[in-house]
């Protein structure tokens, strides 16, 4: 099992706050809830924190799985370099958007929840961890040496069939047995 | 068709009668608010008072449910009893995460649709109270019962706030802003990747359904969902009275003033049975971890794997079922699940533990496999021990002809069954039911072979002595191989035993074809039942339900039981 990467919980639970910020937001705009404008918020807060939060970073320490179609998101997060690799920036930024969404009944649960996870998230910055794209790994083509390119034209000398009769008794033994004499070349 | 029916077809109907009952709750309870008693707050919130209460409903049905599942010794308890009867129902309880899984998403399905629904009751009600005119319907509900706080309506009692505030001081909306958080957490923390790779902080974070429970419990304390009381109802016929609001309570009025009444919580009901049941489950847990367990012989076996023999009074076990193993030196609070690999005719029970992680390792340390000189009895360290728990292997004697596939470590449970097997013959000359044993064993390195091939070598030489050579036939896959074992494989191709692992039959190189394997168990065998059973990855287990299924002709039915932890 090894330790426990804080950053991989903290990733799902923000993926998660941020769907119930987005439904959250979706109703108070649908329903023309007093303070509304809060929920405009929260949808475009939420849009916002499902975007960054569906790549999955690559863990340290054993295989990372990752979401489907999330690719084209890891190049998206990738090309902010430190502002995403670092999980302090992502606790406060967590801390600082979730803010908003407490000022209206329908977006209360998604900012609690985004709050958990920033908090998560600067538990795994105080251990160090950052976030690492996941990229295909290009596959290595490696160059044969240059004898193999060549496939032997000629078939190796072999004596007459009957003395190519196998010793049965004695397998280990005849797998080192030469037919023929060789000799060293000297 | 009819072999999956026979596989699948009790788990089917299983969840569509549970299916049938949500839909059943939900829509009867909607129906129940449509009700008379609830015109008047009808008034105020319209369809969404039903669509918060139908939801509630089936929340308290599931809540009840979920906590059965994973009461295991419960479970193992039914699971003997039932077997007599019927060997499917006794496999369907083997299914019990699978279902407590479905219904933890149900919950959360239904959590959901209640919050959105409560969203636009509380946003209702608020309307209510901001519009203050005294021509409006809802404002002369919402002004009812400003006199003695009983008998009100509206729970929102004034203007001056707002649905935040509100949720935050009112018992329901504590209650439930509280058991939402932790339902939340319960559900990020149990993703298959957390779980998987951290299961203590699956583990841990799942205790907060203590805080669910409780919280579900005392979430409808406020009686804060109102109707009409009987009383009233019969003095102010809402479909009469509603319309003279103006009027209500003054002379000349048939229409006294409303009276309104919360319902008493009714979720207590529902889950404390199961709570109860739950909590008598960990007591059981915690009786049985305080047995004494003694540790008689440790040994290390090349492949990073460590065996321990072990005896607890009176401890039984049949063949395949696992223990839960806790070691308290290392930690008090983590308990892991291990396949016994010792027959219940031997006199001790034992496990092999895979060193993988940081427990097993500290297991390994404790037990002085890091040491060259043998351990001192007195110094290995105490050990507890909760169930056997049963799984699907107990069923292997139960069919005449078995195969069994058991992927890398996952061969445990097998070498359990193959000693038991090989005891019951011998012993009295039993009449064993199972005539024939198909043994696959796929592994992708050679090291993991030791231990396993010294317990077939013994029962190959066995065997060739009763004269019963061919009751088992195992095959061996090594699925993965280093260039430089190849070749040493090409030289000692026409050897007597395998270079591998000694053993007459020949370990075979790849992955099996079990299209062929399947026909020929199917055309050696017609007119039986074949139990294949599986200790291993999901894609194989897949792969194999799919030839089970096509394979499954009119005399020959191949049922599939997989071992899952």
Same mark, same amino acid.
Request: proline content about 5%.
């Given at each position: 099992?090894?330790k426990i990467e804080w950053a991989m919980w903290a990733n799902e639970q923000a993926l998660a706050s941020g769907l119930i910020l987005l439904t959250g937001g979706i109703v108070g705009v649908a329903g023309q809830f007093r303070g509304w404008?809060?929920?405009?918020?929260?949808?475009?807060?939420?849009?916002?924190?499902? $975007? $960054?939060?569906?790549?999955?970073?690559?863990?340290?320490?054993?295989?990372?799985?990752?979401?489907?179609?999330?690719?084209?998101?890891?190049?998206?997060?990738?090309?902010?370099?430190? $502002?995403?690799?670092?999980?302090?920036?992502?606790?406060?930024?967590?801390?600082?958007?979730?803010?908003?969404?407490?000022?209206?009944?329908?977006?209360?649960?998604?900012?609690?929840?985004?709050?958990?996870?920033?908090?998560?998230?600067?538990?795994?910055?105080?251990?160090?961890?950052?976030?690492?794209?996941?990229?295909?790994?290009?596959?290595?083509?490696?160059?044969?040496?240059?004898?193999?390119?060549?496939?032997?034209?000629?078939?190796?000398?072999?004596?007459?069939?009957?003395?190519?009769?196998?010793?049965?008794?004695? $397998?280990?033994?005849?797998?080192?047995?030469?037919?023929?004499?060789?000799?060293?070349?000297? | 068709?009819?072999?999956?029916?026979?596989?699948?077809?009790?788990?089917?109907?299983?969840?569509?009668?549970?299916?049938?009952?949500?839909?059943?709750?939900?829509?009867?309870?909607?129906?129940?608010?449509?009700?008379?008693?609830?015109?008047?707050?009808?008034?105020?919130?319209?369809?969404?008072?039903?669509?918060?209460?139908?939801?509630?409903?089936?929340?308290?049905? %599931?809540?009840?449910?979920?906590?059965?599942?994973?009461?295991?010794?419960?479970?193992?308890?039914? !699971?003997?009893?039932?077997?007599?009867?019927?060997?499917?129902?006794?496999?369907?309880?083997? !299914? #019990?995460?699978?279902?407590?899984?479905?219904?933890?998403?149900?919950?959360?399905?239904?959590?959901?649709?209640?919050?959105?629904?409560?969203?636009?009751?509380?946003?209702?009600?608020?309307?209510?109270?901001? %519009? &203050? #005119?005294?021509?409006?319907?809802?404002?002369?509900?919402?002004?009812?019962?400003?006199?003695?706080?009983?008998?009100?309506?509206?729970?929102?009692?004034?203007?001056?706030?707002?649905?935040?505030?509100?949720?935050?001081?009112?018992?329901?909306?504590?209650?439930?802003?509280?058991?939402?958080?932790?339902?939340?957490?319960?559900?990020?923390?149990?993703?298959?990747?957390?779980?998987?790779?951290?299961?203590?902080?699956?583990?841990?974070?799942?205790?907060?359904?203590?805080?669910?429970?409780?919280?579900?419990?005392?979430?409808?304390?406020? !009686?804060?969902?109102?109707? +009409?009381?009987?009383?009233?109802?019969?003095?102010?016929?809402?479909?009469?009275?509603?319309?003279?609001?103006?009027?209500?309570?003054?002379?000349?009025?048939?229409?006294?003033?409303?009276?309104?009444?919360?319902?008493?919580?009714?979720?207590?009901?529902?889950?404390?049975?199961?709570?109860?049941?739950?909590?008598?489950?960990?007591?059981?847990?915690?009786?049985?971890?305080?047995?004494?367990?003694?540790?008689?012989?440790?040994?290390?076996?090349?492949?990073?794997?460590?065996?321990? +023999?072990?005896?607890?009074?009176?401890?039984?076990?049949?063949?395949?079922?696992?223990?839960?193993?806790?070691?308290?030196?290392?930690? &008090?609070?983590?308990?892991?699940?291990?396949?016994?690999?010792?027959?219940?005719?031997?006199?001790?029970?034992?496990?092999?533990?895979?060193?993988?992680?940081?427990?097993?390792?500290?297991?390994?340390?404790?037990?002085?496999?890091?040491?060259?000189?043998?351990?001192?009895?007195?110094?290995?360290?105490?050990?507890?021990?909760?169930?056997?728990?049963?799984?699907? @292997?107990?069923?292997?004697?139960?069919?005449?002809?078995?195969?069994?596939?058991?992927?890398?470590?996952?061969?445990?449970?097998?070498? @359990?069954?193959?000693?038991?097997?090989?005891?019951?013959?011998?012993? #009295? #000359?039993?009449?064993?039911?199972?005539?024939?044993?198909?043994?696959?064993?796929?592994?992708?390195?050679?090291?993991?072979?030791?231990?396993?091939?010294?317990?077939? +070598? @013994?029962?190959?030489?066995?065997?060739?002595?009763?004269?019963?050579?061919?009751?088992?036939?195992?095959?061996?896959?090594?699925? &993965?191989?280093?260039?430089?074992?190849?070749?040493?494989?090409?030289?000692?191709?026409?050897?007597?035993?395998?270079?591998?692992?000694?053993?007459?039959?020949?370990?075979?190189?790849?992955?099996?074809?079990?299209?062929?394997?399947?026909?020929?168990?199917?055309?050696?065998?017609?007119?039986?039942?074949?139990?294949?059973?599986?200790?291993?990855?999901?894609?194989?287990?897949?792969?194999?339900?799919?030839?089970?299924?096509?394979?499954?002709?009119?005399?020959?039915?191949?049922?599939?039981?997989?071992?899952?932890?």
């Amino acid at each position: 099992m090894g330790k426990i990467e804080w950053a991989m919980w903290a990733n799902e639970q923000a993926l998660a706050s941020g769907l119930i910020l987005l439904t959250g937001g979706i109703v108070g705009v649908a329903g023309q809830f007093r303070g509304w404008q809060f929920a405009a918020y929260a949808v475009a807060a939420g849009v916002f924190v499902c $975007l $960054l939060e569906y790549p999955r970073s690559k863990r340290s320490k054993g295989t990372s799985v990752e979401r489907t179609g999330q690719y084209c998101f890891t190049v998206c997060v990738k090309t902010f370099g430190p $502002l995403t690799r670092n999980y302090y920036v992502r606790a406060f930024l967590h801390a600082a958007i979730c803010v908003p969404g407490g000022f209206m009944l329908a977006t209360v649960l998604g900012c609690v929840c985004l709050g958990i996870a920033s908090l998560i998230y600067l538990a795994a910055a105080i251990r160090g961890e950052h976030w690492e794209p996941i990229l295909p790994r290009k596959a290595e083509t490696r160059k044969p040496p240059e004898s193999i390119k060549k496939p032997p034209q000629n078939p190796p000398p072999r004596p007459p069939p009957e003395m190519r009769k196998k010793r049965v008794d004695d $397998l280990e033994g005849a797998a080192y047995d030469n037919p023929i004499d060789v000799t060293a070349n000297e | 068709m009819e072999n999956f029916a026979a596989n699948e077809g009790l788990s089917i109907f299983v969840i569509l009668v549970w299916l049938g009952i949500n839909a059943f709750l939900f829509v009867n309870f909607y129906i129940v608010f449509l009700d008379r008693r609830w015109f008047y707050t009808r008034v105020l919130l319209g369809q969404a008072l039903s669509w918060a209460r139908a939801p509630a409903a089936a929340l308290n049905f %599931n809540c009840m449910l979920i906590l059965l599942p994973v009461c295991r010794n419960l479970l193992s308890f039914l !699971r003997g009893t039932i077997q007599h009867c019927s060997r499917t129902a006794a496999r369907q309880l083997d !299914r #019990n995460l699978t279902f407590h899984k479905l219904v933890a998403y149900m919950i959360a399905f239904h959590t959901a649709v209640h919050i959105i629904a409560h969203l636009f009751n509380f946003e209702y009600f608020m309307d209510a109270q901001l %519009n &203050r #005119n005294s021509s409006l319907l809802p404002f002369v509900l919402s002004e009812i019962g400003n006199g003695d706080n009983a008998s009100f309506l509206n729970p929102i009692r004034t203007n001056e706030t707002n649905p935040t505030i509100v949720m935050f001081t009112t018992i329901a909306g504590l209650t439930g802003v509280a058991i939402t958080l932790a339902l939340i957490l319960i559900i990020t923390s149990s993703m298959e990747v957390i779980r998987r790779s951290y299961f203590e902080v699956f583990w841990y974070t799942h205790h907060l359904f203590v805080i669910f429970f409780i919280g579900l419990v005392f979430h409808g304390y406020g !009686r804060i969902v109102r109707g +009409q009381t009987p009383a009233s109802l019969r003095a102010n016929n809402p479909e009469v009275c509603a319309d003279q609001f103006e009027d209500w309570g003054k002379n000349g009025s048939h229409c006294p003033v409303p009276e309104f009444a919360g319902n008493p919580p009714g979720t207590w009901k529902w889950v404390l049975a199961p709570m109860i049941l739950y909590v008598c489950e960990r007591i059981v847990r915690i009786y049985r971890s305080h047995q004494k367990v003694v540790i008689t012989k440790v040994v290390m076996h090349p492949s990073k794997t460590l065996e321990l +023999q072990m005896k607890k009074k009176g401890f039984s076990m049949e063949v395949g079922q696992y223990v839960f193993i806790q070691c308290p030196s290392i930690s &008090r609070l983590e308990w892991h699940p291990f396949t016994l690999t010792s027959a219940p005719e031997e006199d001790y029970f034992s496990a092999h533990i895979r060193i993988v992680g940081d427990w097993t390792q500290a297991l390994y340390e404790a037990c002085g496999g890091d040491k060259n000189e043998t351990q001192e009895a007195w110094k290995l360290p105490k050990i507890a021990i909760d169930g056997p728990f049963g799984t699907a @292997s107990e069923d292997v004697f139960r069919y005449e002809v078995v195969m069994l596939v058991g992927a890398g470590i996952g061969v445990t449970p097998f070498a @359990s069954i193959l000693k038991s097997v090989w005891y019951k013959h011998i012993q #009295n #000359n039993q009449e064993v039911f199972t005539k024939k044993i198909y043994f696959y064993w796929l592994c992708p390195e050679t090291q993991a072979f030791e231990w396993f091939a010294d317990l077939l +070598q @013994s029962l190959e030489g066995q065997m060739t002595e009763k004269g019963m050579a061919d009751f088992l036939s195992y095959n061996i896959y090594l699925t &993965r191989w280093k260039e430089t074992e190849a070749a040493h494989f090409r030289v000692h191709h026409e050897a007597e035993n395998d270079p591998i692992t000694g053993l007459k039959q020949k370990t075979l190189y790849g992955k099996p074809n079990w299209d062929n394997e399947f026909t020929n168990i199917a055309s050696k065998h017609p007119g039986t039942k074949v139990g294949v059973f599986l200790c291993g990855p999901p894609a194989l287990g897949k792969s194999l339900e799919k030839q089970c299924l096509s394979h499954s002709e009119d005399d020959v039915k191949f049922i599939f039981n997989k071992e899952n932890f």
